[in-house]
């Protein structure tokens, strides 16, 4: 079956260590986007890559860093310098140029600092 | 600034009935597409419906339509025979066609089917 794996559903960290989150696509997707949502709120975009070895910063980088080596691979790593990392993270997958924006998303991460 | 605002945080429909879902958006293409996500409390974003500006048709898909008013930047999803599987967060969302395509979306509307 086709589609986005984010592992794993739950991440807990201790404040001020970095941690990574996993996300893989086998859909064939050129573009990648990274989202946080916070409780009640809707999606913000934290970076988003539209090739291999390229990518851009979203509306809240700031704390966050991404690499993209593989085409099906668009890893986030939380650092400390995040003030506020506990949220829910989304990833997503687009054709690319020509998608108009449809997305298709993961299930997200439950990521927890303490 | 692309800007998407939902104005109803929370809804409730009682099983069976209607319900209608309203957005706004501000963008400054001349042809895009517009999209109703549902996040169901398993919290996996789903796809319900999409909209493209250029067709005066509103798009329909099963008990799902929208009523799009492109002058008055107006995009509403209606929700026909309401269901308890349709309880749900529902998000307005507008794609920046210079910024990757990224997806700006509005604050959501939180909806409740009662039985």
């Known amino acids: 079956d086709g589609g986005i794996t984010q592992s794993p559903k739950y991440l807990f960290r201790k404040e001020g260590q970095n941690v990574t989150l996993s996300c893989e696509q086998n859909?064939?997707?050129?573009?990648m986007y990274w989202y946080r949502q916070d409780p009640g709120q809707g999606l913000r975009l934290i970076y988003y890559?539209?090739?291999?070895?390229?990518?851009q910063k979203g509306d809240i980088a700031e704390g966050y860093s991404v690499s993209r080596e593989k085409k099906e691979s668009f890893p986030l790593t939380v650092t400390s310098a995040q003030k506020n990392p506990t949220a829910f993270y989304l990833c997503a997958s687009s054709i690319g140029a020509g998608s108009k924006g449809e997305q298709y998303f993961g299930p997200g991460t439950r990521l927890t600092v303490t | 600034a692309q800007t998407v605002t939902q104005s109803q945080p929370e809804m409730s429909v009682q099983e069976a009935e209607t319900v209608t879902l309203s957005c706004t958006y501000d963008t400054s293409e001349s042809n895009y597409y517009l999209f109703w996500y549902k996040q169901p409390p398993s919290r996996q974003m789903i796809l319900v419906i999409r909209?493209?500006?250029?067709?005066?048709q509103n798009a329909t898909e099963n008990r799902f339509s929208v009523n799009f008013q492109k002058a008055a930047k107006s995009f509403s999803l209606k929700i026909s025979d309401s269901q308890l599987g349709d309880t749900a967060m529902y998000f307005c969302?507008?794609?920046?066609?210079?910024?990757?395509?990224?997806?700006?979306f509005g604050g959501g509307t939180r909806l409740m089917v009662k039985p």
């Open positions: 969302a507008s794609p920046r066609y210079n910024a990757g395509n990224m997806l700006t």
């Open positions: 909209q493209e500006a250029y067709k005066q």
């Open positions: 859909l064939n997707h050129d573009a």
């Open positions: 890559s539209q090739i291999v070895n390229d990518f």
